[in-house]
Structure formats: structure tokens, C-alpha cells
């Protein structure tokens, strides 16, 4: 069974990157549609996009701060939010899809919690 | 899309039915599916494609529903179904997820 596990920091300053790291075990990523899903306190679940081997799609509401890369090498992605700011603080998920059709996810890692705060 | 879940906290006793409600802005065909969120947790799939329900999900839950409105119900509630439960568009990017309907104990 395929396992996922968010890392990273859990408290970014106001302004500045988040950076969030999932490593995939049990099945090479490229599998998958390798996707970061968030929680808030303002708008919920949030899906924020994923990594392909046909390309990237993004939230259009967060689409010029996000970016999300994988390293096949080492079986892992990575999510990077620029500008952060306070409604940016929640818990964020590592998930993946098989099918870009079938976009549900049966797949989730354990969620980072990252709070915005100077 | 915007997904709309009712109501948006359900008291059940123990034993008894529940029933949760959904609705999309617009037609999501039959790609809607349904996650149970527990404190502390992810969510876990429990349906997909409105009504088949993922590994390991109990036949207590049963999904069914069109287009925009979807329905989400619990046969008979065991003390490990109260939680939270959100609906999720995928026929529609972005993918979209409702607000959540919280299931407590009566």
C-alpha cells in the first residue's frame, strides 16, 4: 500500500516561502498525479494542484504563488507557497490520483500543520 | 464549482439513520465523492463515483445522486461514524470540496 509523509518547517514568517516535502513509499511516484491539498480555518479543504508527467495544474486562486516539483530520484515532491501570509496558516496534505478522471484520493499523508506567524 | 453540504451539524443517537445532503453549482455527471475526517486525521475515502464505496468502507454507508444533488447515508450509526464528512467534485478543475457536515452524538 502506498504511504505519504508531509515534512517540513511549522512556522513561516509573514512574506516569506512555505516549503513542504512529501515522500512517497510503496510505489514510484510517477504513477501518480502527485497533488498538495490544504485545511484552513477560512475556506476548508483547498485542493492546490499537482505535479504530472504531463504537466502542472494549479489553483487559479493560488496559482501565481505556487509551485510544486517532484524528485523522482529520490521518490518524493514538494510544495512551495511564496508571500504567505496569516490566511495561508492551516493544515496542509500530500495526496495523489491515479487518473486525472478520477481525481478522488484514497491516498493522503498524515497532514503538516504550518502556521504563519511572525 | 462550488459544493454546497447540509446541515451543517447532524445530531443522531446511536443506531439511528443519517442522512447527509450535497449539492454542486453545477452538474458534476457522477463524479462526486465522499471522506470521513476524524480529529487529528486525514480524510478517508469512504465513496467514490457517488456510490462505490472504497476499500474497506462498511455497507452501512451508501451514496447515491445526479448532476447537483447527492446524498450521503448512514444505515444505522456505530460510535466510530461520528466525525466529519465532506463531499469533493472532480468532474469540474479545480476540484472542489464542501464545507462538511459534522455528525454528533444525540
Known amino acids: 500500500q502506498v504511504q505519504l509523509q508531509e515534512s517540513g518547517p511549522g512556522l513561516v514568517k509573514p512574506s516569506e516561502t512555505l516549503s513542504l516535502t512529501c515522500s512517497v513509499s510503496?510505489?514510484?511516484?510517477?504513477?501518480?498525479?502527485s497533488t498538495w491539498i490544504r485545511q484552513t480555518p477560512g475556506k476548508g479543504l483547498e485542493w492546490i494542484g499537482y505535479?504530472?508527467?504531463?504537466?502542472?495544474n494549479y489553483n487559479p486562486s493560488l496559482k501565481r504563488r505556487v509551485t510544486i516539483s517532484l524528485d523522482r530520484s529520490q521518490n518524493v515532491f514538494s510544495l512551495k507557497l511564496r508571500s504567505v501570509t496569516a490566511a495561508d496558516t492551516g493544515v496542509y496534505y500530500c495526496?495523489?490520483?491515479?487518473?486525472?478522471?478520477?481525481?478522488?484520493?484514497?491516498?493522503w499523508g498524515q497532514g503538516a500543520l504550518v502556521t504563519v506567524s511572525s | 464549482i462550488v459544493v454546497t453540504q447540509s446541515p451543517a451539524t447532524l445530531s443522531v443517537s446511536p443506531g439511528e439513520r443519517a442522512t447527509l445532503s450535497c449539492t454542486t453549482s453545477?452538474?458534476?455527471?457522477?463524479?462526486l465523492a465522499w471522506y470521513q475526517q476524524k480529529p487529528g486525521q486525514a480524510p478517508r475515502l469512504l465513496i467514490y463515483?457517488?456510490?462505490t464505496r472504497a476499500t474497506g468502507t462498511p455497507a452501512r454507508f451508501s451514496g447515491s445522486g445526479l448532476a447537483t444533488k447527492f446524498t450521503l447515508s448512514i444505515s444505522s450509526l456505530q460510535s466510530e461514524d461520528f466525525a466529519i464528512y465532506f463531499c469533493?467534485?472532480?468532474?469540474?478543475?479545480?476540484?472542489?470540496f464542501g464545507g462538511g457536515t459534522k455528525v454528533e452524538i444525540k
Open positions: 469533493h467534485q472532480y468532474n469540474h478543475w479545480p476540484l472542489t
Open positions: 505535479f504530472h508527467s504531463s504537466g502542472t
Open positions: 495526496a495523489i490520483h491515479r487518473s486525472w478522471a478520477s481525481a478522488f484520493f484514497e491516498n
Open positions: 463515483d457517488v456510490s
Open positions: 453545477l452538474s458534476v455527471t457522477d463524479k
Open positions: 510503496g510505489d514510484s511516484i510517477n504513477n501518480y498525479y
